[in-house]
């Protein structure tokens, strides 16, 4: 199938369902991940409104919301999951952009970090137990997203495919088709022009491209995490995030064929 969903305006919008999942499959058309939708055109709006969302799950931080608010269709009456922890903080990706030398690895070298503590930041684990919370009981289609639709969504679209039986090939093979050679083309000038309009230096191709994609090292780093403190994803799902075995039995009832 082609994942990869076309708009005038929203990044990265993608169908990451439809994969085996032992004896079963997860649903075509029920989970969607994405970047963030503050510069949807109406054309998109009507595009996602025919997809039947009816939970938008926003894993920005408030200082990303207010920044660029999302686009909603006239009349949408979906649940939108969001939250304001750690607003006062400064935003981190921020504070290393002015600090860093802007080389490819340091942006390596921030993203592994990042991938590290990931699972356990307290606005991370609030917005993803809740979505977990959320895909149990809906039965609309479901949308993850966050500002670029690869970190913080990728890893709750893995743990999500873990979840569902989905093998490790495939949730890694998922994770990676971030790294678009379109998206980079389009997105690399306005990147390296941000980032120079931040810093007043310019980074290099090479960094601006390992900034905007994702290695699969990164997605191995946060599990790695999450074994190291709770030995299997199944005890950090139901410990940390709350996601029990009458969770886990709903949620594969609404996403699994």
Not at 99 to 124: C, I, K, Q, W
Request: glycine share 8%.
């Amino acid at each position: 199938m082609t994942r990869k969903i076309s708009f005038d305006a929203i990044e990265n919008f993608r169908d990451f369902g439809d994969y085996a999942a032992g004896d079963r499959r997860l649903k075509r058309g029920r989970l969607y991940r994405a970047a963030h939708q503050s510069e949807a055109t109406e054309a998109d709006l009507a595009a996602m409104q025919a997809l039947g969302l009816s939970v938008i799950v926003d894993l920005r931080r408030p200082n990303e919301r207010e920044r660029s608010p999302s686009r909603r269709w006239e009349g949408f009456d979906g649940l939108v999951i969001e939250n304001d922890l750690g607003h006062e903080e400064e935003d981190p990706w921020h504070l290393f952009i002015k600090n860093s030398d802007l080389t490819a690895r340091a942006f390596t070298d921030y993203m592994v970090g990042y991938y590290r503590e990931a699972p356990y930041v307290d606005r991370h684990v609030d917005l993803y137990s809740r979505y977990f919370h959320a895909l149990s009981e809906t039965d609309g289609a479901v949308l993850i997203h966050c500002a670029a639709g690869k970190d913080r969504t990728g890893i709750l679209a893995a743990l999500t495919h873990h979840l569902a039986g989905v093998s490790e090939a495939d949730i890694v093979a998922d994770f990676l088709l971030t790294n678009d050679p379109l998206r980079f083309e389009r997105r690399a000038p306005q990147f390296a022009a941000h980032i120079e309009e931040m810093t007043g230096r310019r980074p290099t191709q090479d960094a601006v491209i390992t900034a905007l994609g994702v290695e699969a090292h990164y997605l191995e780093t946060a599990f790695g995490a999450i074994h190291e403190k709770h030995g299997t994803l199944d005890g950090y799902l139901e410990e940390v995030l709350g996601v029990d075995a009458a969770r886990r039995e709903a949620i594969a009832h609404r996403i699994l064929d």
